[in-house]
């Protein structure tokens, strides 16, 4: 990593101290100041958050002692009385002023914390001591100066400010000092928008990428217009209601199954041209190896739905559950058997059942599946490799690099000549999708050349001899980071790699390996024809 310029060194301390320290992983001042300006505004919620706990703790209670509830007032009929007043204190000219629970529900309203304190009676009046006055000066709008008082209210108001200041300042130097050192902003504020979604971070669990985000809402958005081409013809009754069923595999904090359910049902919409047709149900499942992930999904899901980020119908339409994808694909396979052995699963997971239990359909087939599954090869990932610090000193290994199937003593059983560790998931998605007959398979890849060899994949996986004969001539296509699409060959060529090496943008990665089947290859074809010669002249399906 390049040194920093002194010259912007100087800038950044002369502007904000902390700032410095934010250049060590920002490496440019206008990114500093976002970062800084994101933690700052993250203390002072918290600093807040606090306040309000601690007031609604010590509001929640009337005084009790013989004193305080004769200096308290309760008037029938005045409790919703909204009037702030001010509670001076009690010296030889000033009478003593009582309020009314009222007048305390005004305090609540307006914010601030009432000080319960102690009236003197009659009798001890004598021994309060009070404090004079201090004079202060002060400006009006038109620039002319005056004395006045500064009561002793006064500086209780200033000394609350200041400490607020001082709780802010010190949350918000640690977070910086945590920052500096590599840990990813979203670990520290917590949250990361994604879509218009509000997606909760913490350790042990992928953050969600920006990448990420942009194929999920591009498959979205199509899945909007295929679904009201394709059913559009169907008069919406309880007979012809169809349910459209997503598969999120590796689903970490469950992003992309939230967001997919939030472009095909939008929150607070009615159904029209931006949502799914009404005779089309949604049911989406998440699943995922790690329990912390599940765990956080179902917890943004929530989330989610109380901010009315997500439509209501995702508490019913949306679940997360822990399945091991690795282990679930070798016990399935091609045959019969093997093939139920796989819907059974996860169709109990997504009616929250067990396997032996009779109340739901072990054989329905799913329509889709999209996955983010571990990609990073053991070499890009350690000291010295394409991964950066910050991902591999504090996000979750397993989400990165592909471990083992649960239960399994060596990743020899899984090992073929031809499949690098980096691809270990590939096939095996592939696998479930043949065993589901699902009709959309959407694959997050690390780069474009990852992209080539999941392709070849699919070759193998999906020709006629391996596919049921409703996945023949499937469609196939990569998504870039740019939103731009090439169509691959459904047939192998001897010159791929060349052909694909060379149509290849170093600067623009291939993001996502995309297998369209059925009756979704035929709406996609009709949508967007073939756009590149040299990738379709030798495929015979497009």
Same mark, same amino acid.
């Not at 509670?87 to 307006?110: D, F």
């Not at 270990?424 to 043949?434: S, V």
């Given at each position: 990593?390049?040194r920093l310029?002194?010259?912007?060194?100087r800038? /950044?301390?002369?502007?904000?101290p902390l700032l410095?320290?934010?250049?060590?992983?920002?490496?440019?001042?206008?990114?500093?100041?976002n970062?800084?300006?994101w933690l700052?505004? @993250?203390a002072?919620?918290?600093?807040n958050?606090?306040?309000?706990?601690s007031h609604e703790?010590?509001?929640s209670?009337?005084?009790?002692?013989t004193?305080?509830?004769?200096?308290v007032r309760i008037?029938?009929?005045?409790v919703?009385?909204?009037?702030?007043?001010?509670v001076k204190?009690?010296?030889e000219r000033?009478?003593?002023?009582?309020?009314?629970?009222?007048?305390?529900?005004?305090l609540r309203?307006?914010?601030?914390?009432p000080?319960?304190r102690k009236?003197?009676?009659?009798?001890?009046?004598?021994?309060?001591?009070t404090?004079?006055p201090a004079?202060?000066?002060t400006w009006?709008?038109?620039?002319?100066?005056?004395?006045r008082?500064r009561s002793?209210?006064?500086?209780?108001l200033?000394?609350?400010?200041?400490?607020? @200041?001082?709780?802010?300042?010190?949350?918000?130097?640690?977070?910086v000092?945590?920052?500096?050192?590599?840990?990813?902003?979203q670990?520290?504020?917590?949250n990361?928008?994604f879509?218009?979604?509000?997606i909760?971070?913490?350790?042990?669990?992928?953050?969600?990428?920006?990448?990420?985000?942009?194929?999920t809402e591009?498959?979205?958005?199509?899945?909007l217009? /295929?679904?009201?081409?394709i059913?559009?013809?169907?008069?919406?009754?309880?007979?012809?209601?169809k349910?459209?069923?997503?598969?999120?595999?590796?689903?970490?904090?469950?992003?992309i199954?939230?967001?997919?359910h939030?472009v095909?049902?939008?929150p607070g919409?009615?159904?029209?041209?931006?949502?799914i047709?009404?005779?089309?149900g949604?049911?989406i499942?998440?699943?995922d190896?790690?329990?912390?992930?599940?765990?956080?999904?179902?917890?943004?899901l929530?989330?989610?739905?109380?901010?009315?980020?997500? @439509?209501?119908?995702a508490?019913?339409?949306v679940?997360?559950h822990?399945?091991?994808?690795l282990?679930?694909?070798?016990?399935?396979?091609?045959g019969?058997?093997?093939? @139920?052995?796989?819907?059974?699963?996860l169709?109990?997971?997504?009616?929250d059942?067990g396997e032996d239990d009779?109340?739901y359909?072990?054989?329905?087939?799913?329509?889709?599946?999209i996955?983010?599954?571990?990609y990073?090869g053991?070499?890009?990932?350690?000291?010295?490799?394409?991964?950066?610090?910050?991902?591999?000193d504090y996000?979750?290994?397993?989400?990165?690099?592909?471990?083992?199937?649960?239960?399994?003593?060596?990743?020899?059983?899984?090992?073929s000549?031809?499949i690098?560790?980096?691809?270990?998931?590939?096939?095996?998605?592939m696998?479930?999708?043949?065993a589901?007959d699902?009709?959309?398979?959407?694959?997050?890849?690390?780069?474009?050349?990852? /992209?080539?060899?999941?392709?070849?994949?699919?070759?193998?996986?999906?020709?006629?001899?391996?596919?049921?004969?409703?996945?023949f001539?499937?469609r196939?296509?990569t998504?870039?980071?740019?939103?731009?699409?090439?169509?691959?060959?459904?047939?192998?060529?001897?010159?791929?790699d060349?052909?694909?090496?060379e149509?290849?943008?170093?600067?623009?990665?291939?993001?996502?390996?995309?297998v369209?089947?059925d009756q979704m290859?035929?709406?996609?074809?009709?949508?967007l024809?073939?756009?590149?010669?040299?990738?379709?002249?030798?495929?015979?399906?497009?």
């Amino acid at each position: 990593m390049p040194r920093l310029p002194p010259a912007l060194i100087r800038q /950044a301390t002369f502007q904000n101290p902390l700032l410095t320290l934010l250049l060590r992983v920002c490496r440019d001042l206008p990114s500093a100041r976002n970062e800084l300006r994101w933690l700052r505004e @993250h203390a002072r919620d918290v600093v807040n958050t606090k306040r309000y706990t601690s007031h609604e703790a010590s509001t929640s209670v009337l005084p009790a002692s013989t004193a305080q509830v004769e200096s308290v007032r309760i008037r029938k009929h005045e409790v919703k009385k909204f009037t702030v007043r001010t509670v001076k204190v009690p010296t030889e000219r000033t009478p003593i002023r009582t309020y009314n629970v009222g007048e305390i529900s005004s305090l609540r309203a307006e914010g601030l914390r009432p000080s319960i304190r102690k009236v003197p009676t009659q009798n001890e009046h004598d021994n309060v001591r009070t404090s004079k006055p201090a004079k202060i000066r002060t400006w009006h709008d038109d620039g002319v100066r005056e004395l006045r008082l500064r009561s002793q209210s006064d500086e209780v108001l200033i000394t609350g400010e200041s400490n607020e @200041h001082v709780q802010v300042q010190k949350i918000l130097a640690e977070n910086v000092g945590k920052r500096s050192k590599g840990m990813p902003l979203q670990y520290i504020i917590g949250n990361q928008p994604f879509g218009n979604l509000d997606i909760l971070c913490q350790r042990r669990v992928l953050i969600p990428r920006p990448e990420t985000e942009m194929y999920t809402e591009k498959v979205g958005n199509l899945l909007l217009s /295929a679904l009201n081409s394709i059913y559009s013809s169907t008069e919406p009754s309880s007979q012809s209601r169809k349910k459209f069923r997503i598969l999120d595999l590796c689903t970490g904090s469950g992003c992309i199954a939230l967001l997919l359910h939030s472009v095909l049902k939008p929150p607070g919409r009615l159904c029209d041209n931006t949502a799914i047709p009404p005779n089309i149900g949604i049911e989406i499942l998440g699943v995922d190896n790690s329990p912390d992930a599940v765990s956080l999904a179902r917890t943004n899901l929530k989330h989610n739905i109380s901010q009315k980020l997500l @439509h209501p119908d995702a508490a019913n339409e949306v679940s997360f559950h822990n399945v091991d994808v690795l282990a679930l694909a070798k016990k399935g396979g091609d045959g019969d058997d093997r093939r @139920h052995h796989v819907r059974n699963v996860l169709n109990g997971a997504a009616a929250d059942v067990g396997e032996d239990d009779d109340s739901y359909s072990p054989s329905e087939s799913w329509d889709m599946i999209i996955a983010n599954p571990p990609y990073i090869g053991p070499k890009d990932y350690e000291l010295g490799g394409k991964t950066e610090p910050s991902v591999r000193d504090y996000e979750p290994k397993q989400a990165l690099v592909p471990g083992f199937a649960r239960g399994q003593d060596s990743y020899y059983r899984y090992r073929s000549s031809s499949i690098l560790v980096a691809d270990l998931f590939y096939w095996p998605l592939m696998r479930i999708a043949r065993a589901v007959d699902a009709k959309l398979l959407v694959m997050e890849v690390g780069d474009s050349e990852q /992209a080539s060899r999941v392709c070849k994949q699919v070759f193998n996986n999906y020709s006629p001899d391996t596919a049921s004969p409703s996945q023949f001539r499937p469609r196939l296509e990569t998504w870039r980071d740019d939103g731009s699409v090439r169509i691959i060959p459904t047939q192998p060529s001897s010159n791929f790699d060349a052909g694909f090496e060379e149509a290849t943008d170093p600067d623009i990665a291939d993001r996502a390996v995309v297998v369209w089947t059925d009756q979704m290859a035929a709406w996609r074809r009709e949508t967007l024809p073939a756009s590149n010669p040299e990738f379709d002249k030798t495929s015979p399906t497009d």
